[in-house]
């Protein structure tokens, strides 16, 4: 007998937590168009248009612009396995989880890591940046721009002047800044950028956006040795992407839509207003959160706008708060991990998540859900946010 099986029926869910973000309704239709093969020219013209609307939303005029095959971890290690050889002196920025995660991919290449380490949610100061890779002198700088573990942004001008003064180039993670921050390659001076596309460009998980500046190309092609990863070999992966479109793999054809779909709608909404509105949002928020008496991990200045951290009330189970937001208002936020284990939420507002309705819809139920587990907020955080937004509608 045939095996029968329940058509598809995925629970309805609002997904503010760190990634993946709610997807564009046209991104889903773009996935339903019917698929060319990955030599196909209308797949190149397609390629084509994701590369010159990646370099929009990354902030740079580099033409080595492409997105990977895979998710932000297939960008991370592209990174490094282009950039990072045995015996490669490497200086890691570690604030959090994904400076280790680097740290790790480093050292299977065989990376000498050196690391500045600081508390998680903090971040590095420009003058001891640069003290730090002007004592190491090393070849590759990596550092987090958008911290998914914390929640902090770390400005990377002078870790990115410094490295330059003494030779290195700078990679620098974006997965949770792109499409939802200004990350601004060429101002900043990163040489090295990636990201993925299930959080600020409100995309399906399936590919890693990065970018190379002139000076890295110029690195990469000074390579000797063979790249240990033929996959993520950005040597190849040029032959494929780019004019030579020489066949290396199956790129994902459907991805590749969806992702030229989302940056349309970046496009069309305008990058100034797309930032306006996560950072408009994330303030409404954290008024909202301050009102019922709790505080937010990172200091003001170094907050993201897409991905908030407030400290779980002293005495409260945070998973028990997460399961009945799930439970009864069907929307997922996350919790800390390693160091902040038990001790943050995190609660993403980015790409199409980041909207007044939604800002009202989680405060609400976190306040229930919080009521419910014995903890008391002095005052409504949605009523908070609504005057934050009054307040700002009549400045």
């Not at 990350?183 to 993925?196: L, M, N």
């Not at 066949?247 to 940056?263: D, N």
Request: aromatic residues 10%; glycine residues 8%; hydrophobic residues 40%.
């Amino acid at each position: 007998m045939p095996v029968r099986y329940a058509p598809l029926n995925p629970p309805k869910r609002l997904l503010l937590g760190p990634g993946p973000s709610p997807v564009e309704p046209r991104v889903y239709e773009a996935l339903s168009k019917p698929i060319v093969g990955h030599l196909d020219q209308y797949f190149f013209e397609i390629v084509s248009e994701v590369h010159e609307l990646l370099r929009l939303v990354f902030g740079t005029q580099n033409p080595f612009t492409m997105a990977i095959s895979g998710t932000g971890s297939a960008g991370m290690e592209t990174a490094i396995t282009n950039f990072v050889e045995p015996g490669t002196r490497v200086a890691v920025f570690a604030n959090g989880y994904f400076c280790d995660r680097i740290t790790d991919m480093a050292r299977r290449q065989g990376a000498e890591v050196v690391r500045l380490e600081k508390p998680w949610g903090e971040v590095f100061a420009p003058e001891e940046a640069r003290e730090f890779i002007y004592q190491v002198q090393p070849q590759v700088v990596a550092y987090v721009q958008a911290e998914t573990s914390t929640g902090a942004y770390q400005d990377g001008q002078a870790i990115c002047q410094a490295a330059h003064e003494v030779g290195a180039v700078v990679i620098a993670d974006c997965v949770t800044s792109l499409g939802a921050m200004p990350v601004e390659v060429d101002r900043t001076g990163i040489d090295v950028a990636y990201s993925c596309t299930q959080k600020g460009l409100s995309c399906p998980p399936g590919l890693a956006p990065i970018t190379l500046s002139e000076r890295a190309l110029e690195r990469l092609q000074a390579r000797k040795s063979v790249n240990r990863s033929w996959y993520f070999d950005l040597k190849l992966l040029a032959e494929y992407f780019g004019s030579a479109r020489r066949y290396h793999h199956t790129a994902p054809v459907s991805m590749f839509y969806a992702l030229r779909e989302a940056l349309v709608a970046i496009a069309e909404e305008g990058l100034e207003n797309r930032f306006r509105r996560h950072q408009l949002n994330h303030r409404a928020f954290v008024a909202g959160i301050e009102a019922m008496g709790m505080r937010m991990l990172v200091a003001e200045p170094h907050r993201l706008w897409s991905l908030n951290t407030p400290c779980v009330p002293e005495g409260v189970d945070d998973a028990r708060v997460r399961q009945r937001m799930l439970a009864e208002d069907g929307i997922e936020i996350f919790g800390g991990f390693g160091p902040l284990a038990g001790k943050v939420f995190r609660i993403g507002l980015m790409g199409a998540g980041s909207t007044q309705e939604n800002v009202f819809a989680v405060l609400a139920s976190l306040e229930r859900a919080l009521r419910a587990e014995g903890y008391h907020p002095p005052a409504s955080g949605v009523e908070a946010a609504r005057a934050f937004y009054e307040q700002y509608a009549l400045a």
